[in-house]
Nanobody, 126 residues
Framework: EVQLVESGGGSVQAGGSLRVSCVVS????????MAWFRQTQGAQGEGVAA???????TYADSVKGRFTVYYDRAENTLHLQMNSLKVENTAMYYC????????????????????WGKGTQVTVSS
């Protein structure tokens, strides 16, 4: 079983940067996909960025060029570096992991992931 714990959320002004992190513990398969999803109250969760164990990354169109997802193997930690933040990026950010290398077209499907963290809140003000 995999445990995921997010951190790094907080409040920032529009245009600023934040990095959220997700520490992974427990058994990870040699092939995996990890992703960041976000959710605002009353809305369905949406995929933000995903990365596979062979470093193939996928981004939502709205964050391309501003967000970077990467996995630090030494620290067993997934990171999401968020630059040029916008008010509409305000949400609870969750990390998730799934078994195997998920194809790019499916990486933002909630059903592809079987382990989830409890989230970290990101608030962007104008």
């Amino acid at each position: 079983e995999v445990q995921l714990v997010e951190s790094g959320g907080g409040s920032v002004q529009a245009g600023g940067s934040l990095r959220v992190s997700c520490v992974v513990s427990g058994h990870m398969y040699s092939s995996w996909t990890m992703a960041w999803f976000r959710q605002t109250q009353g809305a369905q969760g949406e995929g933000v960025a995903a990365i596979t164990s062979d470093a193939s990354a996928t981004y939502a169109d709205s964050v391309k060029g501003r967000f970077t997802v990467y996995y630090d193997r030494a620290e067993n930690t997934l990171h999401l570096q968020m630059n040029s933040l916008k008010v509409e990026n305000t949400a609870m950010y969750y990390c998730a992991t799934g078994v195997g290398s998920i194809g790019p077209a499916f990486r933002f499907l909630l059903s592809e992931y079987n382990s989830w963290g409890k989230g970290t809140q990101v608030t962007v003000s104008s």
